[in-house]
C-alpha cells in the first residue's frame, strides 16, 4: 500500500461514510453503482419482456394451426391440395414450353405476324377517327356516288395511318411482340390494305388477316403438335380437381363457420358469466349470442366426402394420361426443327423439369392412396406443416396455408447475396485503412464509411426502387452482360437488387468491427514481422489478418444478423413473392421476386384482427427471427470470448 507521502500533492481517498438500507450501501458509491447496475439489470429485464411478449402472442398458433389442417382434411382441402401440386407443376412445364413456342415463332415469322397487331391498330384508328365516315358510307345505295365514296374512305384510312407516326405505332405493338424491331414496308402495305377492306365492310374481319395465326402455325409443324398435345395432357387431371376442389371448399366454409361462431359463443358466454344479468352490457351480450346460435347447422360430412372419394379414384388414371401424354408431346419436340438458341434452352429446361414432374405426380398419387378424410391431425403434424410447408398462402376463400420455407429460402437466399458483397468490400476497406492509408486519408475514409449507417433504411429502399432498379434491369439486358446467369433479369424487384442494397448498409458495421479488431493486434507483431524482412502487405495479410481473424468472423456474423433482420428494404424491393425460389436455376435464381420473414411480418400485420389464426402465425415469424438472431448473437459472443483468451 502507497504512503500519503507517495501520492500527488493534494490528492487524498477518504472513506465516505453512508448508511446500509436493505443491504445497499446508500452513499454517493452506491448511488453510482446502483444507476449503472440498475440500467443493466432493465436492460435484461426489457429482453425478457420481449420474449415472453412473442411467446404469449405466438404459443397459440400450433394448436390453432392443428384446427385449421384438420378441417381442411375432414372435408377434402387436404386431398384438391395434393392434386393442385402437381397441376402446379404441370404449369410452369407448360409455361417454359409455350415461352419457346412464342420465341421461335417471332423469330421465324416475326414480319407476317406484325400484320395482325398492325391492322388491329388500324382498325382501332377507323373505329375511333372514321366512324361518321364508315356509317355514311354503308348507309348508302350501291352506285357511282358509293363508288366514290369508298375511294374517299379508303383516302381517309392511308390519311390516317400517316397521322399516327411510324414510332408511335411500333411502340404500340412491341407491347404484344417485344421482340419486334421493325416494321417492313411489305407488312405495313398489307396492313394497310386489309385496313382499308375493313372499313369498306366493318362486320367482319378479312379472312386473310384472321388466317395468320393458323398459317403460322401450320408452318410451325411439329412444334405447334407438340405444345398442343401438351396443352391437353391435363384436362381430365384438371376436371378432377375442380369437382374436387368445389365441394371440399363448401364443406370448409361450412366447417369453419361453425367452429369459429361456436368460439365466438364461447367467449361470450365467458363475458356473461362476469356480469350483472340485469345489465344493459350483459343483455346486449345475450342479444349477440342469440344471433350466432342459429348460424351452427349441422353438417354430413361423412355424405359429402363421399363425392371426393369418388373423384380420387379417378385420380391415377388421369396423372398417368397426363404423364404419358406430357411425354409424347416432348418426344414430338425432340422431332421439331428448332431454330432459335433460347427456344432450345427452353426446351432442355423443360426435359429436365419434366422428371421433377412425375417424381412429384408419384408421390402424390402414393399419398391419395393412404389419404383417409377422418385421420387425426396431430400437433407434430402442424409443427411441420409450418416449419417446413412450402405455401405461405393468405386472405382467401379457402385454407390459409402457413409454411415457414418460402420466407426463410427468401430471407437467407438474400442475405447470403448481401454477405456476398458486403464481406469482401468491407473487410478489404477495413485493412486498407487500418494498414495502409495515412492519417489524413484513414480520416476522411472511416466517418464516411460509418455515415452510411445514418441513413435510414426505408429512404434507402425508395432509391432502389426508383432508381437502382431500372439502372439494375438495363444493365443485364445489355449484349455483353448475356453470359451472366440470372441476365436479362425478369422480375424487376429481386433478389439481387434486395441484396445489393443490403450490402451497402451492412458494410459499415462489418468494416467497424473489423477494423476494431485489426487495431487491437499488438503493435509488437507488426513490428516483429517488419523487423525480419517482410513487406506492409505480407504483414498485414499473414500476421494482422490471421492474428485478428475471430474479431473479422465475429464481425461478420454480426453484419449477417444486422441484413437478415432488415425489414424496409426487402419490403420495398424483393419483390414480395412468397414462394420458394427454384433453385435448379443455379446462380440464376438471383434474378427471382422472393418473400422475407420480416417482410411478411411487416406487409401483412397491419391487416389481420389481432388474437386470430393468421395474427399468431405472423407472431410465429417473429419468434423464429428472434431465436435466429439470438443465436447468431450468441456465436459471436463465443466467438469474442475465445479471441479474448
Known sequence: MENKSDLPQGVSFKRRRGFRLMGLNLNADGAVKGFFGGNAYLAILFLLFICIFLFKSAIGFIPGYRTELAEARISGIEAANHINYQLVGYDALYSKINQAFINERRTRFGELSTVVPIYEELESIIDDELEDEVDEYT???DGAEKEEAAIALKKSVQQAAITLSRADLLKTIQVRLPETDKISEDAYAKALAYAQEYALNDYETPDEVSGIPALINEQMGGFYKAVEVIKKSEDDLRTIYVTIEKQAKATYQEVSNNRKSQESIDRLSEDLEDLDKDSARSAAIQKRINELKPKITTINTEENIKVIYQEISKHDAAADKMVTEFQAGVDLLAQAKIQTEKSNILIKESSRLFDELKEITAKRKAQLAEWKHDKPVTIWNSVTAFFFGADWKTGSDRQDLYGLMPLFTGSLLISMVAMFFAVPLAIGAAIYVNQFANKKEAGFLKPGIEFI????????????VLV???????????????????????????????????AFMACPTIFTLAEDALNNVPKAYTEASLAMGANKLQTALKIVVPASLSGIVAAIMLGFGRVIGETMVVLLVAGNKARIPDLSEGVGVIGESVHTMTGIIAQEYGEVEPGVLHWKALFMVGLVLFLISLCINSICQRVIAKKSK
Open 139 to 141: 348507309e348508302m345505295d
Open 453 to 464: 449507417q445514418a441513413i435510414p433504411s426505408v429512404v434507402l429502399g425508395l432509391f432502389g
Open 468 to 502: 437502382v432498379a431500372g439502372l439494375l434491369q438495363g444493365l443485364s439486358e445489355t449484349s455483353w452482360l448475356s453470359w451472366v446467369p440470372g441476365f436479362p433479369i425478369q422480375d424487376r424487384l429481386n433478389v439481387l437488387l434486395a441484396g445489393i442494397l443490403l
